[in-house]
């Protein structure tokens, strides 16, 4: 399982300076260090982006955290209180937001990414983790949450989901899902609902309406029809990593991963279908576009959009390995890379 961590996360760990923790490497000393103060952040190494209103708020390695106020074309750097790997990055509304990353760091904010405090850490999780277990009265679960408060806070919260400014769901590494009811106060563990008993690393998880899609390795996916109350394993053609994944629509799913791997079902997950691309190489992250246009991107730094059932490229010349899309209003998206924040036209007459 560490192997198809480190494939997702080599785009970080291969441009990172020295010194940045590996995927599984103690974080305990970077936990409780402010981040770096860098001079140009829309160059650092970039894992997401979000939206806080008309504010756009990107996170990457060492904890870095960039808003821009004028759609991408200038950024400026914001104190954050973890100096480990922030990895993805989501907001309820222009105000309350969380991101999330290594050694099980969740932060949030109430003033459009401003400002950050810690909600959570590994430390905690691992123990929150354990206290399920136990009262569930689950001898294996117990074990193995005991060896995970050996561990330390080594695991990294791969996702977010915000259901609103009180609900969320984080997951990750091992199948870690962790999920709270008011804002980050509090938390419960998800594990005991999610059919993944090897526990298998959960690196997408996405939401449209009262449907949530977890995507993991091995070919795992998971889905919910009830809002998260409970979860089914939906059987996939391809038993390889899936590193993103989107909800189109109620019934129309996508799975993207390992060598370039992308499947679709307009069914709810009881069929799927390959969707043809034009490289074998993972596609590392996804987006929606206005109208349900599903995009694409892949460590090779093609940017693709689906059409006619074929994801084509949008970019002739590519782009630095991208971590994260964030597909904006109009015909522009934000792609996140080894080389920072960068713009991507997702008008396919102006490819260049």
């Given at each position: ?36 103060a860098v001079r140009s952040p829309e160059q650092a190494v970039l894992m997401a982006a979000a939206q806080a209103g008309a504010r756009l708020v ?121 999920a709270s009811e008011d804002g980050g106060r509090t938390w419960s563990s998800w594990m005991a609902r999610l059919p993944n008993p090897k526990g ?152 260049k």
């Amino acid at each position: 399982m560490k192997h198809s961590l480190l494939s997702r996360l080599a785009p970080v760990l291969l441009a990172a300076p020295l010194g940045l923790p590996a995927a599984a490497a103690p974080t305990g000393d970077a936990l409780d260090r402010a981040s770096i103060a860098v001079r140009s952040p829309e160059q650092a190494v970039l894992m997401a982006a979000a939206q806080a209103g008309a504010r756009l708020v990107a996170v990457g390695e060492r904890g870095i955290i960039a808003l821009s106020d004028d759609a991408g074309r200038r950024w400026r750097q914001v104190p954050s209180p973890a100096s480990v790997t922030l990895t993805a990055v989501h907001f309820a509304d222009a105000q309350r937001g969380w991101a999330v990353g290594h050694g099980g760091v969740v932060l949030a904010t109430d003033d459009g990414g401003q400002h950050w405090a810690r909600q959570l850490d590994g430390r905690r999780a691992a123990q929150l983790v354990l206290d399920a277990a136990k009262a569930a009265g689950d001898a294996k679960a117990t074990r193995e949450a005991e060896r995970l408060v050996a561990d330390g806070p080594d695991k990294p919260w791969l996702d977010l989901l915000v259901f609103d400014a009180r609900r969320l769901l984080v997951v990750g590494a091992y199948g870690l899902a962790l999920a709270s009811e008011d804002g980050g106060r509090t938390w419960s563990s998800w594990m005991a609902r999610l059919p993944n008993p090897k526990g298998l690393h959960l690196y997408a998880a996405r939401r449209h309406g009262n449907v949530l899609l977890l995507a993991g390795e091995q070919g795992l996916a998971l889905l919910s029809t009830d809002d998260g109350q409970s979860f089914r394993p939906l059987d996939t053609p391809y038993k390889g990593s899936f590193f993103t994944a989107e909800l189109t629509g109620e019934h129309d799913l996508v799975l993207a991963g390992l060598r370039g791997n992308v499947l679709h079902s307009s069914d709810g997950g009881a069929t799927w279908a390959f969707v043809p691309t034009p490289m074998p190489v993972s596609i590392t992250a996804s987006g929606v576009a206005n109208g349900g246009r599903f995009l694409a991107a892949n460590q090779a730094g093609i940017v693709l959009a689906l059409r006619n059932g074929v994801l084509l490229p949008l970019n002739a010349a590519p782009l630095p390995p991208v971590n994260g899309l964030l597909p904006l209003s109009g015909k522009e998206a934000l792609a996140l890379t080894v080389h920072g924040a960068l713009p991507v036209s997702l008008d396919e007459g102006s490819k260049k």
